[in-house]
């Protein structure tokens, strides 16, 4: 679930940037009105993917409300998420790496 987690964040991160790029040439210039629509029509479905992931991964590690509207707002604001992701794999590792699986009765 961690690597999930950090696979979308830095999706999400790279299509962000790429969408903010996108609206500079389309409000500066005039110019990739197509191309930021489809730009912008895939960010949102993978912000959602996201959002899944990071919830996931939220309620399994019990993060409280407050963090877990950060990393959820992290994938909005434009370098953020690849700030966030850091700090959420540093705090996160640790928990799943001493995670033992149970034994199953039978």
Do not use: N
């Not at 690597?3 to 500079?24: I, K, P």
């Not at 730009?39 to 939220?58: E, K, P, R």
Request: overall charge positive; some cysteine; proline content about 5%.
């Amino acid at each position: 679930m961690l690597t999930r987690y950090r696979v979308m964040a830095y999706v999400t991160a790279v299509m962000l940037l790429v969408l903010c790029t996108c609206m500079v040439f389309k409000y500066g210039f005039g110019m990739g009105e197509d191309l930021t629509f489809m730009v912008s029509q895939a960010h949102g479905f993978l912000f959602i993917i996201y959002l899944v992931f990071a919830f996931d991964l939220g309620s399994k590690a019990k993060w409280p409300f407050g963090k877990l509207l950060w990393v959820f707002l992290s994938g909005t604001i434009p370098l953020a998420a690849f700030f966030v992701e850091r700090k959420v794999v540093r705090e996160t590792l640790p928990l799943v790496s001493d995670a033992q699986p149970a034994p199953v009765k039978a």
